[in-house]
């Protein structure tokens, strides 16, 4: 009986860029393609190719040789050529749960006009895993998971196949690739050369394997076809006769797996692990202008475009899918591994900006465009303008909103629909010249000036949906009068002073705890690379309130706003920094708190320029009381960690590739608790914290939030927290260094009892999902032709009540006429049921995977979600009574 039997795949790992461009790979694909097709249709002892699970790469091809997609579909549909399923090979930690379920969607569906998909959740090269793919994979009717990074025996297995379960219950058969996916790239045909690499592999492969069938990924990054391999296949027969060689595809590896399935161990959580391979905690930080963008894309279809396309799309408008594929696409090329985690050349981080900038102009101008097409077919009012406001969650919001008008007066008025006045504070105005309102104005002669107001307004909106108010210009209207208060902000949750050292001392009133020396900053060395965060050897930490701070407040109508700014003198570079020779470099601080009537959210903008080389500087909220855990959002729900990691006393000694620092992943909030309550930091992009010690006695009691962290090499060697070989190349990369101003967005938020109690992960979508504003007047750039005004000027779709569950996406589905909207139990622990409230009758509610494909013979009444398991996801489809 053989010891083992050893599965040959042919692959090649396609990095779209890296320290090289698009550009410069597509060519190599090109060349790699026509290589790879001419094999596969010439030789039929050459079964199996697959291309590394991505379709973005034929996307890529095909831009360039689209004569050539039905010689893929042949060999897709003689299951010879091997694609998808994902659009791009997805990171999990630093992406949203959406990013990942469009990304395989449009995956698998660009996969479906060739054949059918790879029925695998690969992903041989992501840096870590996350706790929620099994969920997100069986919502695709994937029940496997092919990785390599982020595992380790803590996870409760020291097997590389086991059964990968989510908090709910969703479960994968795993395979973990112990050595990575190239472990059989170029293989040597002489036996000195086979048995130099093999005799070293096999023990490793085969010691951890529960079927004793292992894995020879034949390929690697960007590696042509091996033309010998049959050959090296015969020599390997010839000095391991005690072995099986065989030509496989990745499916009949796991067939051997799933006839073992009743001895492999079950295990939960994500995999971060940097044991055994690197998985670079850190990189959530690198270069966190992209970072920002990044996330603000994301938020920005998701949470605005995508539920207001739904709602034009109830009231009659077209559902532009077209469009949202394009921008989705534009950034899912950059949700990559190495494109996300930004460890790329200089060259590829600014196509990787270009990417954004341009999914974000798309996102934004259809926006503007929806709330257009519905507010200009609603009725006019004689003489009035219109200010309408969206909300995007899935419950009734009264909230203070900061919005512009342009008119044209002196003076106007607000009033709704039932010609009530409505309250508003001016905070600023200024004359617009008419030409850049409509240009065909002043060809006719007519220069009489606009006059553009930010204002500020405290008015309900419904769930899911939108109200509008009319101005009428000419007329003085109900203004709030500023307040002149201490020096202090104040509202029905909070007392804050602003300390002369530019900190807050916030005072909960609800539940009587003082958070003292919040927003303090702490600047310290980065010696790492783009890949990790590492301290210098002679770390020198300074601190924000070493430096005199300017710090005023205004009152101004319904929010009152803390202006604090100062210059922290620091070492120019790392160099500086280790013979404390200079602090010559500086980082401006220009912050802005703002604390709204109403609001339990302390919105903070914090505006850096940043004028110094290599260091990390992170913003503190330290909380009156010591902390074990920490919580934060993932993907579709919340994850406990503990805030120490016991592996930081042994790691070296225990032969750990980096340090597990407890460094960690969120998406829009982390929050410290006791049993009163506790505090919460909501994100808009900044995601990676760590919870510190406020003092010396190592109690950690303290949440440090990343604002920047500047390197100036790709790769780098030695590491204080990574040593050993470089990750990735050594080459410079002056523009990671993120030298000029950087807008970072946060809010914190105080709450009583537990953060499930408290709503804190709805509260947090909607620190993300802000009232959108459209002011209609009688001008416009660009012509729209408008049908008949027969649309309210109040409506809602939907309403859910703000407990429970929370929506994680409204949007229409893809190939019918109906709406898709997914919700999922934030709860780690506890089953809930919920249900939303629907304005039109359903005719049609069903329960679909995530791929908008119905499985489930679950019947439910219309809205009814039935139960939620922990951290569960649900996607329904919805559709209405013409």
Not at 816 to 824: G, P, Q, S, T
Request: hydrophobic share 35%.
């Amino acid at each position: 009986m053989a010891i083992s039997r050893v599965h040959i795949t042919p692959h090649m790992h396609w990095d779209r860029e890296w320290y090289f461009t698009t550009e410069e790979s597509r060519i190599l694909l090109v060349n790699n393609m026509e290589e790879i097709l001419t094999r596969l249709e010439s030789d039929p002892d050459y079964k199996f190719y697959v291309l590394d699970g991505q379709t973005a790469v034929l996307e890529d091809y095909f831009a360039i040789m689209p004569q050539n997609k039905a010689r893929v579909r042949e060999q897709v549909q003689a299951g010879k050529l091997i694609i998808g399923p994902w659009y791009s090979q997805t990171d999990t930690m630093q992406v949203s749960g959406e990013s990942i379920v469009r990304n395989m969607m449009y995956g698998m569906r660009d996969c479906l006009s060739f054949g059918e998909p790879m029925k695998i959740g690969y992903l041989p090269d992501s840096f870590s895993m996350s706790a929620q793919l099994p969920m997100i994979y069986n919502g695709f009717g994937i029940d496997r998971a092919m990785f390599w990074r982020g595992c380790s025996e803590r996870h409760g297995t020291d097997k590389t196949e086991f059964v990968w379960q989510s908090n709910d219950g969703s479960e994968v058969t795993a395979q973990v690739l112990p050595l990575g996916y190239a472990i059989g790239k170029y293989l040597p045909q002489d036996e000195e050369g086979l048995r130099d690499r093999l005799d070293k592999y096999f023990p490793v492969l085969e010691k951890p394997s529960v079927t004793k069938d292992i894995l020879l990924p034949n390929g690697h990054d960007q590696m042509p076809i091996q033309e010998n391999i049959f050959e090296v296949m015969d020599k390997l027969r010839e000095i391991y006769p005690e072995r099986e060689f065989v030509m496989s595809r990745y499916e009949e590896v796991f067939e051997r797996i799933e006839a073992m399935r009743d001895q492999l161990d079950t295990v939960k959580g994500e995999f971060n692990d940097g044991k055994y391979m690197r998985v670079h905690r850190t990189i959530s930080s690198t270069r966190m202008d992209i970072k920002l963008i990044h996330a603000e894309v994301e938020n920005k279809i998701v949470n605005i475009l995508e539920p207001l396309a739904s709602i034009a799309w109830t009231l009659g408008f077209d559902y532009h899918h077209g469009l949202i594929e394009k921008m989705w696409k534009e950034s899912m090329k950059n949700h990559a591994h190495d494109s996300i985690g930004c460890c790329c050349s200089d060259k590829v981080h600014a196509e990787i900006l270009g990417r954004y900038i341009l999914a974000d102009d798309m996102a934004t101008n259809l926006i503007n465009f929806y709330k257009r097409k519905i507010v200009d077919h609603m009725p006019d009012r004689d003489g009035c303008d219109k200010l309408a406001l969206f909300n995007l969650s899935p419950y009734a919001r009264d909230e203070v909103v900061n919005t512009t008008i342009t008119i044209r007066a002196q003076s106007f008025s607000l009033f709704d629909e039932h010609g009530s006045e409505v309250e508003y504070f001016i905070q600023d105005q200024r004359v617009i010249d008419p030409g850049k309102i409509d240009r065909q104005i002043v060809h006719y002669g007519n220069y009489d000036p606009f006059v553009e107001y930010d204002i500020q307004i405290k008015h309900p909106v419904p769930a899911m949906g939108f109200t509008t108010l009319h101005i009428e210009g000419h007329r003085k209207g109900l203004q709030k009068v500023a307040e002149h208060k201490e020096y202090l902000l104040e509202n029905e949750f909070y007392r804050i002073n602003v300390n002369d050292n530019g900190t807050l001392t916030i005072f909960d009133k609800e539940t009587q705890q003082t958070f003292d020396q919040v927003l303090r900053l702490e600047e310290g060395s980065d010696d790492g690379d783009e890949y990790d965060y590492s301290p210098s050897r002679k770390e020198w930490l300074i601190y924000s309130d070493e430096f005199v701070a300017q710090t005023n407040i205004k009152h101004e109508g319904f929010q009152s706003v803390a202006s604090i700014k100062l210059r922290m003198d620091v070492p120019n570079n790392l160099q500086a920094r280790e013979e404390r020779t200079n602090q010559d470099g500086y980082v401006d601080v220009d912050c802005q708190v703002v604390l709204k009537a109403g609001s339990r959210r302390i919105e903070v903008r914090m505006v850096l320029d940043n004028q110094a080389d290599d260091h990390r500087v992170r913003v503190l909220v330290p909380t009156p009381f010591v902390s074990e855990t920490v919580v934060a959002d993932n993907q579709f729900g919340l994850i406990t960690r503990p805030v120490d990691d016991p592996e930081m006393a042994n790691w070296e000694q225990d032969g750990w590739k980096e340090a597990p620092v407890p460094v960690y992943q969120l998406m829009n909030f982390a929050a410290l608790e006791n049993e009163t309550g506790g505090m919460a930091v909501m994100s808009n992009g900044l995601r990676e914290f760590e919870v510190i010690s406020s003092k010396d006695n190592g109690e950690r009691d303290t949440l440090a939030l990343t604002l920047l962290r500047g390197v100036g090499v790709l790769g780098k060697e030695e590491l204080l927290l990574r040593p050993g070989r470089p990750s990735g190349i050594k080459i410079p990369t002056p523009d990671s260094q993120v030298r000029g101003k950087l807008v970072c967005e946060f809010s914190l938020y105080g709450f009583a009892g537990s953060h499930i109690e408290a709503n804190v992960m709805a509260a947090a979508r909607d620190n993300v999902t802000p009232i959108a504003c459209y002011n209609k007047i009688p001008y416009n750039a660009m012509k729209l032709n408008v049908g008949e005004k027969n649309l309210p000027l109040t409506f809602s779709l939907l309403e859910k009540n703000m407990e429970g569950s929370v929506l994680s996406v409204l949007k229409k589905a893809e190939d019918e006429d109906a709406l898709i909207m997914r919700v999922y139990n934030p709860d780690e622990q506890g089953v809930i049921s919920d249900a939303i409230r629907f304005s039109r009758p359903i005719t049609e509610w069903v329960e679909t995977g995530m791929d908008e494909i119905v499985r489930h013979g679950d019947e439910y009444k219309p809205g009814d979600c039935g139960e939620l398991r922990a951290c569960q996801a649900k996607t329904f489809r919805v559709r209405f009574t013409d």
